[in-house]
T-cell receptor, first 109, second 115 residues
Framework: TQLLEQSPQFLSIQEGENLTVYCNSS?????LQWYRQEPGEGPVLLVT?????EVKKLKRLTFQFGDARKDSSLHITAAQPGDTGLYLC?????????FGAGTTVTVRA | KAGVTQTPRYLIKTRGQQVTLSCSPI?????VSWYQQTPGQGLQFLFE???????NKGNFPGRFSGRQFSNSRSEMNVSTLELGDSALYLC??????????????FGSGTQLSVL
């Protein structure tokens, strides 16, 4: 059983469109992290959110952490083909991460 | 700074054999953790080591074991391989003070295929 549920599982959009990925947890974690993974590589950390209600922006990516620290979202504005990849949310406790199943995003040129 | 290095990159083994995977963390990092990634289960935590001590362990059978050396390099071992052990095994390193405010850096993984 996954502690973190991600939706949707797959997302295919045209270049220039916006997209949102959701991550919902049945537990409260000390922090929530978002990663992007490309084929044949390990995940790369995009952002860490710690405080309930927190919003972080990274260029065209906006990350929100729910007030109760149990849900999060990743919004990409004007998606580009370079945004293609597997997006993973992960809850951190002490020294380990619990990952969601991931959302595979494909941005078509 | 060199990244996390995992060797070998690919491995093919048969059922019943054992395998050892190696991980060299980023210089200065003292924590090494291991994850298994499969299409069906996603990324699952195996274990984490800090200063040669296992601090945390996931829900995997005893066939999965690991260790860390004094130079922070780590190895994981899987004995009596099963078909279901086929996966991408990822190693990650950090300073080891806790993941709330600390970045975790992943290697490119070892792709293990069990035939």
């Amino acid at each position: 059983t996954q502690l973190l549920e991600q939706s949707p599982q797959f997302l295919s959009i045209q270049e220039g469109e916006n997209l949102t990925v959701y991550c919902n947890s049945s537990s409260v974690f000390s922090s929530l992290q978002w990663y992007r993974q490309e084929p044949g590589e390990g995940p790369v950390l995009l952002v860490t959110v710690v405080t309930g209600g927190e919003v972080k922006k990274l260029k065209r990516l906006t990350f929100q952490f729910g007030d109760a620290r149990k849900d999060s979202s990743l919004h990409i504005t004007a998606a580009q083909p370079g945004d293609t990849g597997l997006y993973l949310c992960a809850g951190a406790n002490d020294y380990k991460l619990s990952f969601g199943a991931g959302t595979t995003v494909t941005v078509r040129a | 700074k060199a990244g996390v290095t995992q060797t070998p990159r690919y491995l093919i083994k048969t059922r019943g054999q054992q395998v050892t995977l190696s991980c060299s963390p980023i210089s200065g990092h003292r924590s090494v953790s291991w994850y298994q990634q499969t299409p069906g289960q996603g990324l699952q935590f195996l274990f984490e080591y800090f200063s040669e001590t296992q601090r945390n362990k996931g829900n995997f059978p005893g066939r999965f074991s690991g260790r860390q050396f004094s130079n922070s390099r780590s190895e994981m071992n899987v004995s009596t391989l099963e078909l279901g052990d086929s996966a991408l095994y990822l190693c990650a390193s950090s300073y080891g003070q806790g993941l709330t405010n600390e970045k975790l850096f992943f290697g490119s993984g070892t792709q293990l295929s069990v035939l």
